[in-house]
Nanobody, 119 residues
Framework: QVVLVESGGGLVQPGGSLRLSCAAS????????MGWYRQGAGKQRELVAV???????NYADSVKGRFTISRDNAKNTVYLQMNSPKPEDTAVYYC?????????????WGQGTQVTVSS
C-alpha cells in the first residue's frame, strides 16, 4: 500500500505564503496521481489541485493563479505552494494519492494538516 505524510501547515496571514509537503512511501511505483484536498469547518471535502506522474495538473477555480502544485518524482513528494491565501482557504488540507498496488485504482489519504489564514 501507500503511506502519505503531510507537513507544512500552520497559521498564515492573508496575502502571505505557505508551502505544504506530502511524502509518499510504500508502493510508490504504483502511484498515478497525487493531489491536495481540503475540508473547511462544516463543509464537504473538495479538490484543491492534482498532478499526475506525467506532470498534468488540475486546479479548483477558487485557487487558480494563487496556488501551485508540483511534484518531485525522485523524492515521491508533492508540494502545494499557497500564495496570497485568503481567510476562506482556512481548512484541513489532505494529501491524496491514487495508486494501483493491487492492479485496481485505490485512494490513499494522509492524516491532514491544518491551515489557518488569519491576521
Amino acid at each position: 500500500q501507500v503511506v502519505l505524510v503531510e507537513s507544512g501547515g500552520g497559521l498564515v496571514q492573508p496575502g502571505g505564503s505557505l508551502r505544504l509537503s506530502c511524502a509518499a512511501s510504500g508502493r510508490t511505483n504504483s502511484i498515478y496521481s497525487m493531489g491536495w484536498y481540503r475540508q473547511g469547518a462544516g463543509k464537504q471535502r473538495e479538490l484543491v489541485a492534482v498532478i499526475t506522474t506525467g506532470g498534468s495538473t488540475n486546479y479548483a477555480d477558487s485557487v487558480k493563479g494563487r496556488f501551485t502544485i508540483s511534484r518531485d518524482n525522485a523524492k515521491n513528494t508533492v508540494y502545494l505552494q499557497m500564495n496570497s491565501p485568503k481567510p476562506e482557504d482556512t481548512a484541513v488540507y489532505y494529501c491524496n494519492a491514487v495508486a494501483t498496488p493491487f492492479g485496481v485504482p485505490l485512494d490513499y489519504w494522509g492524516q491532514g494538516t491544518q491551515v489557518t489564514v488569519s491576521s
